[in-house]
């Protein structure tokens, strides 16, 4: 992990974003004819805990649209976590009066294809303006700067457990393999990269008991044969789960890990 600070000569101004301010977030109040709420202190509307898509970035009347991973969440005890298109960051949120101030701020330094050209800038720019006004209207927030500048953003729901296509990210298995539980017939469904598999699937709090897997016969490349075998290795037992907005992570009972994400 590095400071923003350290993230490449085309992205030095990412610094600012170590000193990042905004309105707090944490309470709301407003005028109900506008039909949204200006967060201020007082009102019973809150955006922590809550895990807000970036969809855009307007900057000088110019709009940006958001890479799909690109996001903020403060949880209710001041942790930041988030992701500027490319480069996910860390922080801690302090809030004090009608500001709050994000402290040891860390991003990673990646290079990555399909983000905007500077789009992780004009978003850590915009975040670092250190006026902004919160403005929360349904699923949606909207972060103002004095010169209006504004960040828009949609909250998104946890993918659940049961009834999501889980694609496995890790191992990796080219986008192959998937795992579907059924809460209704108790069963889970999917790949493992090459074979169908089946299984009864009981689901308690934390923890999944698999069953034997029913898979089908076929033969493919050894590196694939080899993944399946890893993913085997969670059935017939009991594995430990946990989901994290649209991420899983399963973990077998000798320790191995098994992750996955919510498939659009």
Same mark, same amino acid.
């Given at each position: 992990?590095?400071?923003?600070? +350290? ?9 600012? /974003? ?8 944490? /309470? ?5 004819? #506008? ?11 809150? /955006? ?5 898509? !970036?969809?855009? =970035? *307007? ?6 649209? #958001?890479?799909?991973?690109?996001? !903020? ?15 996910g960051f860390g922080a ?12 040891? =701020? ?14 992780? /800038? ?22 103002? *700067? +004095?010169?209006?500048?504004? =960040? ?27 795992? +579907?539980?059924?809460?209704? &017939? ?16 009981? !689901? ?25 075998k890893t993913l085997l ?5 009991? =594995?430990?789960?946990? !989901? ?6 399963? &973990? ?13």
């Amino acid at each position: 992990m590095n400071t923003l600070g +350290t993230l490449g000569k085309d992205k030095k101004r990412l610094a600012a /974003v170590a000193t990042l301010t905004l309105l707090p977030l944490a /309470v709301a109040c407003g005028s109900e004819d #506008a039909g949204s709420d200006t967060v201020g202190s007082g009102a019973s509307a809150s /955006v922590t805990g809550a895990h807000w898509a !970036v969809d855009e =970035v *307007t900057v000088d009347g110019k709009k940006s649209a #958001a890479p799909s991973n690109a996001y !903020v969440r403060i949880a209710d005890g001041g942790a930041v976590k988030g992701n500027l298109g490319c480069n996910g960051f860390g922080a801690e949120a302090a809030f004090t009066d009608s500001k709050v101030t994000f402290d040891k =701020v860390q991003a990673t330094e990646m290079a990555c294809e399909g983000v905007p050209p500077n789009f992780e /800038v004009s978003l850590a720019r915009t975040l670092s303006d250190g006026n902004l006004t919160a403005e929360v209207d349904g699923d949606k927030l909207t972060l103002t *700067t +004095t010169d209006g500048d504004r =960040v828009a953003l949609t909250k998104e729901k946890a993918a659940p457990l049961a009834g999501t296509k889980w694609a496995i990210t890790s191992p990796d298995t080219d986008g192959k393999a998937h795992l +579907t539980f059924d809460e209704k &017939t108790g069963l889970v469904n999917g790949s493992l990269g090459c074979n169908k598999v089946r299984a009864e699937a009981t !689901v308690r709090d934390g923890s999944i008991t698999l069953g034997t897997a029913s898979t089908t016969r076929m033969m493919c490349d050894t590196s694939l044969m080899n993944t399946e075998k890893t993913l085997l290795g969670l059935f017939d037992g009991t =594995v430990k789960y946990r !989901v994290d907005h649209r991420t899983l992570v399963l &973990t077998s009972e000798n320790g191995e890990r098994v992750n996955a994400s919510a498939a659009e």
